[in-house]
């Protein structure tokens, strides 16, 4: 089983530079997030979509943009690449919004800004 | 606002034996959930355990175990008979119901043959 495919595994762009990072799952997940972790802050979410067709912020949305293309896939868009968005973004999916219901996190972007 | 507080930047054990990894969180709230997710080289994220609040049990999965102290906030993680395999990041996260998990700096562990 696939679970949660993103693509690129790694990207090097220059400052000012845009680029979409792809997400997509398998499992039927009604809800999907993006996260980015850098050292020693551990994860923190960008943007969330409860269900297909609504996104909302979360703890670090500035610079980012979304797109819930449909049930399967949901996107993460930088318009004009910074320096301190130099990371590594997780795309995670589960059933519902239960808290109950640990994530499933694909492999990883690198994302280096320079 | 919700924390989760991971204090050990890094651990080790010897192959074969016990260790145990700290969490400590701050809520206001009686029903939550808090998971261990393990994080290896490959940059993988996996689930090794999750915790009910309303539970009284301590959740385990074959050699992971956990500590669960609600009174406290704490949420510690024990691993018997460490395995080379295990060597890894791991991170204490926390969940309310609603769409944030809030995670920990996490916690870097070496096995040491």
Redesign the interface.
Known sequence: NAGVTQTPKFQVLKTGQSMTLQCAQDMNHN?M?WYRQDP??????IY?S?SEGTT?K??VPNGYNVSRLNKREFSLRLESAAPSQTS?Y?C?SRMG????R??T?G??T?LTVV | AQTVTQSQPEMSVQEAETVTLSCTYDTSESDYYLFWYKQPPSRQMILVIRQEAYKQQNATENRFSVNFQKAAKSFSLKISDSQLGDAAMYFCAYSYTGNQFYFGTGTSLTVIP
């Open positions: 809800s997030y020693g802050m551990g994860l923190r979410l969330y409860a909302d979360g703890e590594v997780f995670a919004q239960q808290g109950a640990g994530y996190f492999s990883g690198r």
